[in-house]
């Protein structure tokens, strides 16, 4: 049975998770128009979480998606110099940084969101940065769900094959937002989008699915031609009004020329986004900023007080290389043109 006649889809489109510029309402959007919607669950307090699955319950497919990574190490001294290297900036801004704080910022998924997965069974549940420990991804797919996760390189792509998972998202170098990577952090191991579907599609017999600069017609007919059953599009939906994408960063969508870099500036780990201030001059990549989700926790007073004068030099502006067809249209009319069925 193919990936969308098991979840009942009319587009073979799915919408990228995207935590921090969406809620349910983007995703009930794409779901109740065809495709399948993301819940991104990275950023949520278990009781947000709960009060999120209770919203998407019965509305249709909808795909939650949670981290997987390892919480970092107590790393006081890198931790001293990051707020070293702000402190220039909060002055310049006349502000006071924040308390000091080693309190991560996303969570790893553990047995008590699993508890709450069981609980609610959304149909689709993903992954991000690999796959949870074998009994709790045992527990989530007796709950009914469909498991899906992200490989950057073919043998993350075999990796997950292993571990049970049901389909693959490839994650190709132009998508934006956070690097799916776990098992190498080379950044120059990683290919494009299309180059690593084919090298997948071939080399596993699950179902495949095709993220990373999809945002126009053209590339998803390609994605589908090369044996992707579907494809994850994240960044075409972002200036969409169902998202809760902030104005700095919509400005920033819709300039089509500004430049996209690779940094870990804003959170310890490599993601995507439109070229700042803060990436200028403090990245875009640095291998000492704190680990993942350490270093963003610091920033939080810069990048409101920026926002509030309407600059976003120290907002993470998450987006792929393709941002050529960001539009403010609603998300069912963004996804039956991506679509081709308008």
């Known amino acids: 049975m193919t990936l969308l006649k098991r979840l009942g889809l009319r587009l073979p489109i799915l919408q990228a998770p995207m935590a921090g510029a969406q809620d349910e309402e983007l995703a009930l959007a ?7 919607g993301g819940l991104p669950a990275g950023m ?12 998407i319950a019965d509305q249709g497919p909808v795909n939650v998606n ?9 790393q006081p001294e890198r931790l001293a110099r990051w707020r070293e290297r702000l402190k220039p900036f909060h002055q310049e801004m006349g502000i006071e940084p924040p308390p ?17 997965v069981e609980e609610h069974t959304p149909a689709v549940v993903s992954f991000h940065f690999g796959v949870p420990e074998a009994a709790l991804l045992q527990r989530v797919k007796a709950s009914g769900a469909l498991v899906l996760s992200t490989a950057t390189t073919l043998e993350e792509a ?16 132009e998508a934006g937002g956070h690097r799916g990577h776990f098992l190498n952090h080379d950044l120059s191991q ?8 084919s090298q997948v599609v071939e080399s596993v017999s699950l179902p495949v699915i095709a993220a990373g600069g999809i945002a126009d017609p053209q590339a998803v007919s390609e994605a589908l031609e090369r044996g992707a059953q579907a494809v994850q599009v994240g960044t075409a939906f972002l200036c969409c009004p169902e998202a809760t994408t902030r104005a700095v960063h919509r400005r920033a969508l819709l300039e089509p020329d500004a430049p996209t870099e690779i940094t870990n500036v804003f959170t310890g780990r490599p993601a995507r986004g439109i070229v700042n201030r803060a990436m200028r001059e403090l990245g875009p990549l640095d291998p000492d900023i704190p680990d993942f989700p350490l270093a963003a926790a610091d920033l939080s007073e810069l990048r409101a007080c920026a926002e509030s004068r309407c600059l976003p030099d120290f907002s993470p502006l998450w ?16 996804l039956l043109w991506l679509a081709d069925v308008i």
Not at 44 to 53: H, T
Not at 66 to 74: A, G, M, R, V
Request: aromatic share 4%; hydrophobic share 40%; with cysteine.
């Open 30 to 36: 794409i779901t109740a128009a065809g495709g399948l």
């Open 44 to 55: 949520l307090s278990l009781e947000a979480l709960e009060q999120a699955l209770i919203c």
């Open 66 to 74: 949670f981290f997987c990574h390892d919480n970092p190490p107590e």
């Open 100 to 116: 000091p704080s080693d309190a991560p910022t996303r969570r790893p998924f553990d047995a008590d969101a699993c508890a709450l």
């Open 158 to 173: 075999l990796w997950l094959q292993q571990r049970g998972v049901d389909a693959i998202i490839v994650q190709g170098l």
């Open 190 to 197: 990683q290919s494009s989008t299309m180059g690593l579907l």
């Open 319 to 334: 987006a792929g290389t393709n941002r050529q067809s960001c539009r403010e249209v609603p998300a069912e009319e963004q």
